[in-house]
């Protein structure tokens, strides 16, 4: 069996921290050789990675910032982040771009998109996710299972593959999310529930109802509708008023078998401005705030930011999480980052240290993320071919989050920043200034005012100092 032959080398891709090392099997830490593992085994890997450095500081399979048991203002780094790898880029990203074919040849895959072919997929991500030491995975339906002739027996593809996955998880490993992918298909080409064909927005409909049920089934905490084709290319066809109330009506739809089969999972609308489609309607989080709220649908949803859909609308990141936030509605995060030369979905993992703080400061302030967390959405860049690079790429994305989280400490016990940005305000600290607060100041009153204080002195903004306090902190 191919998988016998690839799974112990596989095994051997340990992670090594200078914290406690969360490696299941722990045969052959750190040891990349293809010989390690079982000697039984049949592979016989050409791609080998090179063995890592021996010394534990400069080794980059070690995590170095993040410290799953650690306490850190007043919770463990593991709960402040919930970290999950995402399926899709980890599984089934190829590497492939519009002027080129697939790059990565990984060991496990044998180029077919077989029933056998995603068994084999599904026993390397378990493998890679208990590998890495984290609890938690995010997947697409048919990111897992292949599609089929008919529905039926796509569905019942699926259940094979959940039931592999249940059995894969233990009593450790859940899904953070689940999600339908309705983007894909040619028949999603003019989105799925925005399609102008109702047979369209019917198969859309119950390919969520069993992404939903399959979700619940393996244990997930959260199911994500990120609009993958709910938009226009031009508005001369497009009634986006029926397109939007069609939205509405299937958002509904999902509330409804949400509670129907006793899903507890939060259900999180994903903003993205654009791509595929000239204009998403989930344009950003303040327009789909504004959907969910005339929609009747604002107790139902909350929001998952993407670093790199927050930049694509022409906000930072920390605008999205601090507008979700502020208005109750910051459920997950995924945590990755474009590139600023470039203007699209690079799905690159978050290595920014400035970035990293004020994303985490957005978590601090939010209590958390639970029953939400961190998806990475990212992808290794085509270039990017070793086994060894999926391990150190979410590596790195993980130990940079931590290290946001370690200045977002440091911020707050230094408690300058916080301190600026309250005397700021500090004329509102009064009594008149609470009445104001609370609604019950009227013109006249405050012409009066006006009258009697005279031309106001405006302080400084402080936004140098606020700059000097924030980079002390990196
Ligand atoms: C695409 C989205 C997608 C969602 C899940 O840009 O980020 O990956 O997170 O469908
Ligand atoms: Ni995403
Ligand atoms: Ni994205």
Not at 81 to 91: E, G, K, L, P, Y
Not at 376 to 384: G, I, Y
Request: hydrophobic share 40%; with cysteine.
């Amino acid at each position: 069996m191919r998988a016998a032959r690839v799974l112990p080398w596989f095994l051997c891709l340990c992670v090594v921290s200078r914290y406690p090392i969360h490696c299941g099997a722990q045969t052959c830490p750190a040891d990349l050789q293809t010989e390690c593992g079982d000697p039984s085994s049949e592979w016989e890997g050409s791609s080998s990675p090179e063995s890592p450095q021996s010394s534990m500081s400069k080794n980059p399979m070690s995590y170095r910032w993040y410290n799953a048991e650690e306490e850190i203002l007043g919770k463990k780094m593991k709960d402040w982040m919930r970290f999950s790898v995402a399926f899709w880029h980890t599984f089934r990203g190829t590497g492939a771009d519009p002027f080129g074919a697939p790059t990565k040849l990984w060991p496990w895959e044998d180029g077919t998109n077989s029933l056998a072919m995603a068994k084999r997929r599904m026993r390397a991500n378990f493998e890679f996710i208990n590998k890495l030491g984290v609890d938690r995975w995010c997947f697409h339906d048919r990111d897992i299972a292949p599609d089929a002739k008919t529905l039926a027996e796509t569905n019942a593809n699926l259940d094979e593959l959940v039931a592999l996955a249940k059995e894969l998880q233990g009593s450790k490993i859940r899904p953070l999310w689940g999600t339908a992918q309705l983007f894909m298909h040619p028949r999603y080409m003019h989105g799925a529930a925005t399609s102008p064909e109702v047979g369209v927005y019917a198969y859309a409909a119950a390919q969520v109802k069993k992404a939903m049920e399959v979700t619940h089934f393996l244990g997930g905490e959260n199911f994500v509708f990120w609009g993958g084709r709910e938009g226009y290319q031009t508005l001369l066809n497009t009634d986006m008023k029926r397109e939007l109330d069609h939205m509405a009506a299937f958002l509904r739809g999902a509330a409804d078998w949400k509670k129907k089969i006793g899903f507890n999972g939060t259900l999180l609308i994903e903003p993205k401005p654009q791509e595929p489609t000239k204009h998403q309607y989930d344009w950003d989080a303040a327009t789909t705030m504004s959907f969910l709220q005339k929609y009747g649908l604002i107790d139902e949803f909350k929001l998952n930011i993407e670093c790199n859909h927050a930049t694509l609308s022409g906000h930072s990141c920390h605008h999205e999480l601090e507008t979700a936030r502020i208005n109750g509605l910051l459920g997950n995060i995924d945590a990755n980052t474009g590139d600023p030369q470039i203007g699209w979905d690079t799905d690159q993992f978050l290595t920014d240290i400035g970035e990293a703080t004020l994303v985490m400061l957005s978590v601090v302030r939010n209590g958390g993320l639970a029953p939400g967390g961190f998806n990475f959405d990212a992808k290794l860049r085509r270039e990017s071919t070793d086994v060894e690079d999926l391990f150190l790429a979410h590596i790195s994305g993980m130990d940079t989050l931590a290290r946001g989280l370690r200045n977002v400490a440091k911020l707050i016990e230094d408690g300058s920043l916080g301190e600026l940005v309250k005397r700021r305000y500090h004329s509102f600290d009064t009594e008149f200034g609470a009445q104001i607060e609370g609604g019950k100041v009227d013109f006249e009153t405050l012409e009066k005012k006006a009258m009697e204080w005279g031309e106001p002195v405006v302080p400084s903004g402080k936004q140098e100092l606020a700059e000097i306090i924030f980079q002390s902190a990196l």
